[in-house]
Antibody
């Protein structure tokens, strides 16, 4: 059974940093793209970032470009999202979602349960 | 950037009703479209991919259609488990773009 488990969320002050992790199990991790999607309280889904199975090409939403960095450690079956210069508007539940192919150009067929990031002073 | 617009934002329906949700793209996207269901406090679940392909395990009362800029999700006979929020999503090599969501509530 495919499982994605996010961790690393928490309360941070504006301007601070957090690193989210997404640990994958039950799949051949290194052949699928993985994405981060966030959902602000009471709001819709917003794609944040994605990375191909090869890990060589990251993609970002304009709202986080230059502040967030996505990476993957295939030896640990884990995806990361390094979030710097956090803003109040980054407050959200962050999901990792596995694409059903090797590139970002596939929909998410498995999702984790999310980790909550709260940016507040 | 491509924008995805869903209508309606909220839909009131009864068990047994036929329900349709529309998603429009700001420019043509062929059939690079998926539909998701999200229940309160839960992660999204993919229902349909490539506009009309039913994801494994999803009940056959769900169907998707359309291409280009207009897409429709249909629930043929609404069941109690189907009250939720539904999102369309365009996916391409560089990004994902979601519609704003349609909440299906009890009439």
């Amino acid at each position: 059974e495919v499982q994605l488990l996010e961790s690393g969320g928490g309360l941070v002050q504006p301007g601070g940093s957090l690193r989210l992790s997404c640990a994958a199990s039950g799949l051949k991790y290194d052949i699928y793209a993985i994405n981060w999607v966030r959902q602000a309280p009471g709001k819709g889904l917003e794609w944040v970032s994605g990375i191909s199975s090869f890990g060589d090409t990251p993609y970002y939403a304009d709202s986080v470009k230059g502040r967030f960095t996505i990476s993957r450690d295939k030896s640990k079956n884990t995806l990361y999202l390094q979030m710097n210069s956090l803003r109040v508007e980054d407050t959200a539940l962050y999901y990792c979602a596995k694409g059903d192919c090797s590139s970002v150009g596939c929909p998410g067929d498995h999702w984790g349960q999310g980790t909550l990031v709260t940016v507040s002073s | 950037d491509i924008q995805m617009t869903q209508s309606p934002s909220t839909l009131s329906a009864s068990v047994g009703d036929r329900v349709t949700i529309t998603c429009r793209a700001s420019q043509t996207i062929s059939t690079w479209l998926a539909w998701y269901q999200q229940k309160a406090g839960k992660a999204p679940k993919m229902l349909i991919y490539q506009a009309s392909n039913l994801e494994s395990g999803v009940p056959s009362r769900f169907s998707g259609s359309g291409s280009g800029t207009e897409f429709i999700l249909t629930i043929s006979s609404l069941q109690p488990d189907d009250f939720a929020t539904y999102y369309c999503q365009h996916y391409n090599t560089y990004s994902w773009t979601f519609g704003q969501g349609t909440k299906v509530e009890v009439k």
